[in-house]
């Protein structure tokens, strides 16, 4: 046993409870209470995922690809062992903290009008988008002591990086947006609009869901990543920032046949432009079709809805022009 708490993990989570919870459904049973569905790792027509829930193993007889709950959250997600493992962590409530701080800052959103205010200013209306990226607001000064009050030591909150060794919250007047295994906090003032938990910031913004798409817009900002979302553009991920990390390079060349249209801020100093150029020739080194889009001068796709660059037809015809 190499991993004893990757053993352990496998026997808290039920293989089907995990895939049932990421939306499969089996079409057909057959003895032995084994199951059969469209296969979720990959564009299936005919059912050929098999699910066995006694062994807790599964098979796809379409892409050939089989084992654990864990191999299946690493295939699923398109991470690696470490992170498979922490995804599952979080999702079994094992790591009940960041996900009692995060119901907590979504609390505290409905309760802080600026916060409202802010999001309505940066075109974010809908109130299922708010539900689906689970945005919280952070006020500051009051996570440590709800957090202690639920029995949680100091000591705890200090290592997950949410309080800091000083005692304070880390996170103040900051719109705050989970992540995978981190949380993504955007100021609502001036003072550093940008700002991680400790720890990297993982794989693509909701990348299981997007990579099934053919083609795929890749934005810099989770706003830019909501007001697309809002205007009808499911395809969309997000790398939090230009520079992406090697999980998010690799979830982006990760065999599938597609093609990446980034759209990257139009800053006028040009590095957005920039860095979708170089990301690009990176992209096509590695077989995968990469366009930068060119926004109009000094817009990000997020200003480009909330500011008058235009609609979804309009940005619809900036991706179409991004390939010819
Ligand atoms: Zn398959």
């Excluded at 100021?187 to 938990?197: D, Q």
């Excluded at 366009?291 to 660059?309: I, R, T």
Aim: hydrophobic share 40%; aromatic share 10%.
């Amino acid at each position: 046993m190499k991993y004893p708490a990757a053993e352990i993990l496998k026997q808290q989570i039920p293989l089907l409870d995990y895939v049932e919870g990421q939306d499969w459904k089996p079409v057909r049973r057959s003895a032995r209470g084994r199951l059969m569905g469209l296969c979720p790792l990959h564009a299936d027509r005919k059912p050929s995922f098999l699910l066995d829930p006694n062994k807790n193993l599964f098979y796809c007889y379409g892409c050939g690809r089989g084992g654990d709950v864990i191999r299946f959250a690493e295939l699923y997600h398109g991470v690696a062992f470490g992170d498979a493992i922490a995804l599952l962590r979080r999702w079994s409530g094992a790591d009940s903290l960041l996900s009692d701080v995060i119901k907590f800052y979504q609390v505290q959103l409905h309760r802080h009008p600026e916060a409202v205010e802010y999001l309505a200013e940066r075109g974010v209306r809908q109130p299922e988008l708010v539900e689906r990226m689970r945005i919280g607001y952070a006020p500051g000064r009051c996570l440590r002591a709800w957090l202690m009050s639920m029995g949680y030591a100091l000591r705890d909150l200090q290592q997950a990086g949410v309080v800091t060794l000083e005692g304070v919250d880390t996170f103040a007047h900051r719109i705050v947006f989970p992540l995978h295994a981190n949380l993504y906090g955007r100021s609502i003032g001036n003072a550093c609009p940008h700002r991680f938990l400790p720890g990297g910031k993982g794989g693509l913004y909701h990348w299981e869901r997007v990579r099934r798409y053919r083609r795929i817009v890749l934005v810099e900002g989770l706003f830019d990543w909501a007001t697309l979302w809002q205007a009808g553009f499911h395809n969309v991920t997000c790398s939090m920032g230009t520079g992406l990390n090697a999980t998010q390079l690799h979830q982006l060349c990760d065999g599938a046949s597609r093609a990446v249209y980034l759209a990257f801020d139009s800053d006028h100093n040009g590095s957005g432009q920039r860095a979708a150029r170089q990301l690009a020739q990176r992209l096509w080194t590695r077989q995968v079709e990469a366009f930068p889009v060119e926004l109009p001068d000094g817009h990000d796709p997020n200003s480009f809805f909330v500011h008058g660059g235009g609609d979804a037809h309009q940005f619809q015809a900036l991706l179409d022009r991004a390939r010819a």
